[in-house]
């Protein structure tokens, strides 16, 4: 076949393209503005147009388009008048994983990292599995793997209720939080799509849930009074069937846990990530390998030698003994479980906030403002408007007010990239972590900040 995608540069569309051209089909696509993903598609030799124009789509048998792309799109309507058939992600979902076990994982956080990582389990497990992750899976240089195995384990997205087009053997729900208001007015809206996400597991499949997540438990109780099966995990509930426990801090970024399985101690791990957090991810990867029969000592090697997933506390680089991080973290929840983890690691911890989307700082603006208790100092830069209008009276210099308002000792709005990778440059100490909080292009800051460092030390 040959599929033509439109809005090819996004990490779902990209993912859907690699798995598309590795199982042998011919694959275009196109995207407003190029950029590293774009580039790594033409250097793996799938034809990307910059800029969406009619023509893209000559000889196109089927068209993909991401959510983002509105109704009005000229290869949209090109198609339309051409009568080529148009699948949105949802649908495409659909068709990938026809013929295969699939594997959905689900959260409001975690869900990118438990995928990658649930991804290199089954991997070196010998289960040879295809996968579609919403980052780049650091083990392997890219967002898809396209195995021969029987499994597919995909990032099941919540965001235009995408989840709703797969019919997962094994579904995971990490945990449920308010998120995405421009779609879910509130949280029971959007716990009524992850309870029709579990409803759509096939009748032989199970469901893995977070409990610790109170949005969750109610699913899992469904469930149950169904006479269906599930299977929990908790860090604060030793009744659920997978339970961790003394969990400390080895190297650098490394943790250590003990797991019990229905309150039996089974295994102690070392999982290279840090976290609280990234130990809830990897009990859900323990309970998908459990439950598919591998071993745990393929397990415990898998754990200690996965790389991670691209900015999800990525170590940008150490210069002048400061350490710089890159983290994708944009829910008040995700900084305060990103923050938690490296405040033991580093001196003083300053966390560098590129706010994501107007609607969610309206909606969680509260929680966002009590989220930085352990950061040090808070540099806030102005708001990654995608997909919206600015909104008057809410940008950056409010928004670290705010912050300090809650009896934070140290919130500033300094200006553009540059103007805050300079004076972090002009104030960072030697044991100083700086942590990008950003879904959006703030990472530049530690690029800036990196170049600056360096500088430094080669005058």
């Known amino acids: 076949m040959r599929y033509h995608v439109i809005g090819i540069g996004g990490f779902g569309m990209s993912a859907i393209a690699r798995v598309l051209a590795g199982r042998g089909h011919n694959v275009t696509g196109s995207d407003a503005r190029a950029n590293a993903l774009t580039a790594a598609l033409q250097h793996e030799g799938i034809q990307v147009y910059i800029g969406h124009q009619a023509q893209n789509i000559h000889g196109a048998e089927a068209i993909l388009a991401s959510t983002a792309i509105p109704d009005d799109n000229p290869e949209l309507i090109a198609a339309k008048m051409a009568n080529i058939p148009i699948y949105r992600r949802r649908d495409i979902l659909t068709l990938l994983t026809e013929g295969f076990r699939t594997i959905g994982i689900a959260g409001t956080h975690g869900k990118t990292t438990t995928t990658a990582l649930a991804t290199y389990v089954l991997d070196m497990g010998g289960l040879d599995p295809t996968a579609i992750v919403g980052g780049v899976m650091m083990n392997y240089g890219s ?104 969990i400390y801090r080895t190297h650098l970024a490394t943790t250590c846990f003990t797991a019990f399985y229905n309150g039996e101690q089974v295994e102690e791990f070392e999982l290279n990530m840090l976290g609280a957090h990234n130990v809830e991810n990897a009990l859900a990867v323990i309970a998908i390998a459990h439950h598919v029969g591998i071993d745990f000592s ?72 009590h989220a930085f208790v352990d950061a040090d100092k808070v540099l806030v830069v102005d708001v990654y408007s995608v997909r919206e209008e ?67 030390s080669n005058p």
């Open 143 to 246: 967002n898809a793997r396209v195995g021969k195995g029987e499994w597919f384990v995909i990032e099941a997205d919540e965001y235009g209720e995408m989840f709703l087009g797969l019919s997962p053997e094994i579904a995971v729900i990490n945990n449920i939080e308010h998120d995405h208001p421009d779609l879910f007015p509130d949280l029971t809206s959007l716990t009524n799509a992850f309870k029709t996400y579990s409803e759509r597991i096939l009748p032989h499949g199970i469901l893995i849930g977070g409990i610790d997540s109170s949005a969750v438990q109610p699913i899992i109780e469904a469930r149950e009074w169904a006479g269906l099966p599930s299977i929990t995990y908790s860090l604060q509930n030793s009744q659920a069937t997978w339970y961790a426990t003394n």
């Open 298 to 369: 393929v397990l415990k090697k898998a754990l200690v030698s996965f790389k991670g997933t691209g900015r999800r506390s990525e170590i940008m680089g150490r210069v002048r003994d400061v350490l710089i991080i890159n983290d994708y973290a944009h829910h008040p929840t995700a900084i305060r479980s990103t923050l938690a983890a490296w405040k033991p690691v580093v001196k003083r911890l300053w966390a560098v906030w590129e706010p994501h989307t107007y609607t969610r700082m309206r909606a969680l603006a509260s929680e966002f403002a």
């Open 390 to 456: 600015v909104t008057p009276g809410l940008n950056a210099p409010n928004l670290a007010r705010m912050i300090t308002e809650t009896g934070h000792p140290s919130a500033r709005y300094v200006g553009d990239f540059a103007a805050t990778a300079e004076l972090l440059a002009a104030e960072v100490q030697r044991g100083d972590g700086v942590i990008i909080l950003s879904a959006g292009d703030a990472p530049a800051v530690g690029h800036l900040l990196l170049r600056s460092l360096m500088d430094e």
